[in-house]
């Protein structure tokens, strides 16, 4: 699909991709510019996973605990 195919019909793309599973390559002067494709499908275990992989900040848990001592003063 051209460019040009692309934007004037983007909502028809994404629908394409979205329902039918489609994968659309995206052309601008014969050469491919891009590929969408349908995204994988969210899992809250993967989301824990990535969560678990970084280490927790000290500073961010203060934050969040003034903020929470700001809010219940007003």
Known sequence: MSATEASR???DLLDAVE???E???IVR???TVA?????PPA???DVLALLGRHQTDPAWA???S?????VGEA
Do not use: I, M, Y
């Open 9 to 11: 019909g983007f909502s």
């Open 19 to 21: 329902h039918d599973g």
């Open 23 to 25: 994968s659309v390559r």
């Open 29 to 31: 002067h014969g050469r």
């Open 35 to 39: 590929l969408v494709v349908p995204a």
């Open 43 to 45: 899992r809250g275990a």
């Open 62 to 64: 203060e934050a969040v």
């Open 66 to 70: 003034a903020l929470r001592d700001l």
